[in-house]
């Protein structure tokens, strides 16, 4: 590695060590609270309405928060973020050492953490171009995509686990633990803010901001049509998402350890997506990657619905699969966005996609949660495969779309951002 690569390096790998520990710490907790829920009351409803609490405030957050995190310092937003979903965590360890909480609660909770997921992970991604070059976005892309495999696989194994020799508000604990990791890690680095743009000052309004954000998204216009096809995506596929533990609890009469092994698969699928990724992406364009992942999943999830109850076996196969199809359409996404957007209005472009994909979410979880209750869950893995499979269309048939691979590798020749040869600690 030549020497100036390392800073960036250096800074990346610190950031990634301490982001590790958190996701692992969350993911345990997430599995254990939402293997609670669904042992607690068995309802497609209560998992609905979890799904919407963690979704819901950060499309409603996401059209709103984008101007602050351009403007406030990106580390800082993130160091803020995590320790506001260390304090969640430590209100929802209190409240089950101190008994059982009602499923409201443990609901609430959930919403609040999602306020600041609003802020930490736009203000992530729009950190990543101002301290790594462009012509390694899309490799740190598939890194982060590695790493949220690796934490998919072995979060639920460790929540499961944890769960049978602690408490809940031990398995909770490890979230505040991994938090606290996180912040101590991005104290050490630096994180250059970007220059604003000629066209705009520091009295600019917030209004006006927005507006900006929405107009360098809608400039790309590839972009928008790219962003409207994952809205699309998002809305069949979230509810899905929402009734993994209920497919293996009710349609293959599962426990904890398969609804476990059905998340590590996904994860393995993940793992192998991401480690792949690089490569696949300096021989297939990324757009086809896009279109590609879209139709994997679909096919696999329609699959799934069609498998009868004693088809366990082949649906943790097909989760594979599913996991597979995660970082081929999400790493050269990201990648897209973050090679062709203006830094200084990263922040907002990210917040808006974030928003449109979120948004739609929470509908297709109030559709879908009551009509699971009457039909079961099989069913809808069946139809939203088709209709997944469906959405991907566009991405082969839109030229702008197409279009988007040659303007990226204009980007990368010229790129907008200089990383600081001595950014460290």
Not at 16 to 38: D, P, R
Not at 271 to 299: E, H, K, M, N, Q
Not at 324 to 341: H, K, M, V, W, Y
Request: glycine share 10%.
């Amino acid at each position: 590695m030549n020497d100036r690569a390392r800073p960036w390096y250096r800074t990346f790998l610190i950031i990634f060590a301490g982001q590790a520990f958190s996701l692992l710490g969350s993911a345990a907790v997430n599995f254990a609270l939402v293997w609670w829920l669904t042992a607690t009351t068995g309802s497609a409803g209560i998992l609905a309405y979890a799904s919407i609490a963690a979704l819901l405030p950060q499309a409603l957050l996401g059209l709103v928060v984008g101007p602050f995190i351009d403007r406030w310092d990106r580390r800082l937003t993130m160091i803020a973020a995590d320790t506001f979903i260390a304090a969640t965590s430590l209100v929802l360890l209190a409240l089950f050492a101190l008994g059982s909480p009602s499923t409201g609660v443990v609901i609430g909770i959930v919403a609040l953490r999602s306020v600041g997921a609003a802020f930490h992970t736009p203000a992530s991604q729009a950190a990543v171009p101002m301290y790594v070059p462009a012509e390694h976005l899309m490799r740190v892309a598939g890194w982060n995509y590695f790493l949220v495999s690796g934490v998919s696989m072995a979060g639920p194994v460790l929540g499961a686990f944890l769960m049978g020799v602690l408490p809940m508000a031990g398995v909770i604990a490890l979230d505040v633990g991994g938090a606290a990791f996180a912040v101590a890690s991005l104290l050490l680095v630096r994180i250059p803010h970007p220059e604003r743009s000629a066209t705009e000052s520091p009295a600019t309004g917030l209004l006006a901001e927005f507006r900006q954000g929405w107009r360098e998204l809608v400039h790309h216009r590839g972009l928008l049509q790219l962003t409207l096809v994952l809205v699309a995506v998002t809305l069949v596929y979230m509810p899905l998402n929402a009734f993994f533990p209920l497919m293996t609890l009710q349609h293959f009469s599962g426990d904890a350890v398969r609804a476990s092994i059905a998340e590590l698969a996904f994860g393995a699928g993940m793992l192998a997506g991401s480690a792949g990724i690089g490569a696949l992406a300096a021989r297939i364009p990324g757009t086809r990657l896009v279109g590609i992942g879209i139709f994997l999943l679909g096919l696999m999830a329609g699959v799934s619905g069609l498998l009868p109850p004693s088809g366990f076996w082949v649906f943790a196969v097909l989760c594979v699969f599913m996991g597979i199809s995660a970082p081929l359409f999400g790493a050269p996404l990201t990648a897209l966005f973050q090679g062709l957007i203006d830094p200084s209005k990263l922040g907002r472009v990210m917040s808006l996609y974030m928003a449109m994909t979120t948004v739609v979410a929470p509908v297709g979880l109030l559709a879908a949660g009551p009509l699971a209750e009457n039909t079961g869950v099989a069913p809808w893995f069946a139809l939203s495969g088709a209709l997944m499979f469906l959405t991907g269309l566009p991405v082969w048939l839109l030229p702008a779309v197409r279009r988007l691979d040659r303007l990226v590798a204009t980007q990368q020749a010229t790129p907008q951002v200089a990383v600081a040869e001595g950014e460290g600690q």
